[in-house]
């Protein structure tokens, strides 16, 4: 059974960094596009990045491009994303995914739905 754990998250003020961690268990990180995703009180939950399973290529949404890096570590099984210059609005509970390819080409790297594994989420708060 394929596990993420996610830890990191914390208090920071704007313009602080934070660095999140999501360790897989069940399964090796090179089999899955590994993403995160964040999501607001009352909003949905939204993409943040994404690394496919061959680690070739990393998305971003436009609104961390720039500040934020995911990184992975094979032999750790982890996924970590670097959270520079934060600000008041990347406050949210941020969630690491694991896609399968077939997933993937059917839902997409940008959404949910391509996604097969979620973590339990990490709060990440940024005070003004």
């Known amino acids: 059974q394929v596990q993420l754990v996610e830890s990191g998250g914390g208090t920071v003020q704007a313009g602080g960094s934070l660095r999140l961690s999501c360790v897989v268990s069940g399964s090796t990180v090179s089999r899955f596009a590994m993403g995160w995703f964040r999501q607001a009180p009352g909003e949905e939950r939204e993409f943040v990045a994404t690394?496919?399973?061959?680690?070739?290529?990393?998305f971003y949404d436009d609104s961390v491009k720039g500040r934020f890096t995911l990184s992975r570590d094979v032999a750790k099984n982890t996924v970590y994303l670097q959270l520079n210059s934060l600000r008041p609005e990347d406050t949210a509970v941020y969630y690491c995914?694991?896609?399968?390819?077939?997933?993937?080409?059917?839902?997409?790297?940008?959404?949910?739905?391509?996604?097969?594994?979620w973590g339990q989420g990490t709060q990440v708060t940024v005070s003004s």
């Open positions: 995914a694991a896609g399968t390819p077939s997933s993937i080409r059917t839902g997409g790297y940008y959404y949910t739905n391509g996604y097969d594994y």
């Open positions: 690394r496919s399973w061959s680690a070739s290529s990393t």
